[in-house]
């Protein structure tokens, strides 16, 4: 047990482009204990127009198949939590500052007053206007964006600088570690080797959508360890990860 940590996976069977069954979350649960992971939460997709789920029926979906995912393992599972993964337009957005959304939970459970993070996905091909400011607007609603899988937007592609501004206005990057062994393809994995160069990851994560993912993830944490060594693994899997989820910065209504 290598105690890692999954900051995104869509293992909830049935409300998303994750697991079909409650069978299907369990193989992809066990799968990811196999690697190394102690703790996964769950991300699925709040997304209106392709995914229409809200905080509400998500918490509802997670309640009501947890027990069925559990019941269906065969072999050890991991701890599990749930948030979401928010695609960021206007709709989220509002909801995010309104406090409908689903940041991560606090690593040990009780309510704190620290900004809490949120696992925020971007267009792929350009990103909203006024994103850094958002970003910044964001922490006074008492969050803070863990920017999902930024090897894989294009803006990043032509010029990784682009992620500066947002960074500066408080963003963590999280890697999808199956990037590093090119799932996605070339332009990505160029992007996530470049980024891991310059030591701009805060996390890393399997993104698993599917059982088989999970041996994709054995590779890519492998191919990961080649790049950058084992104390990097252990800080974008275990450390960082546990960083993020503690909510360290500045308190709610603090200074940011």
Not at 100 to 125: C, F, Q, T
Not at 187 to 211: F, I, M, T, V
């Amino acid at each position: 047990m290598k105690g890692f940590i999954d900051l995104h996976c869509h293992w909830v069977p049935g409300i998303d482009d994750g697991a079909r069954t409650p069978e299907e979350g369990a193989e992809m649960l066990v799968g990811l204990h196999a690697v190394g992971f102690s703790t996964v939460y769950a991300t699925p997709h709040t997304r209106p127009g392709m995914f229409e789920n809200d905080a509400r029926g998500l918490r509802q979906a997670y309640d009501t198949t947890v027990a069925a995912v559990r019941a269906s393992a065969r072999g050890p599972l991991p701890e599990v939590h749930l948030a979401s993964e928010h695609f960021f337009d206007d709709v989220v957005y509002a909801r995010i500052r309104e406090g409908k959304a689903l940041p991560y939970p606090p690593l040990d459970g009780r309510p704190s007053k620290r900004v809490r993070p949120i696992l925020v996905e971007l267009p792929p091909r350009a990103f909203p206007a006024q994103l850094s400011a958002r970003f910044f607007d964001l922490r006074r609603a008492g969050c803070s964006a863990v920017l999902a899988h930024p090897e894989r937007y294009h803006p990043v592609w032509d010029d990784d600088r682009c992620l500066d501004a947002l960074i500066d206005a408080g963003a963590a990057l999280l890697l999808d570690v199956c990037a590093v062994v090119g799932k996605y393809g070339k332009a990505p994995q160029k992007s996530a080797e470049k980024l891991l160069e310059e030591g701009a990851y805060a996390a890393a994560c399997s993104d698993a959508h599917r059982p088989e993912d999970a041996e994709v993830t054995a590779r890519a944490i492998e191919r990961l360890a080649e790049l950058v060594g084992e104390a990097e693994v252990e800080r974008l899997l275990r450390a960082g990860p546990e960083k993020l989820l503690e909510g360290r910065g500045a308190p709610i209504g603090g200074p940011l």
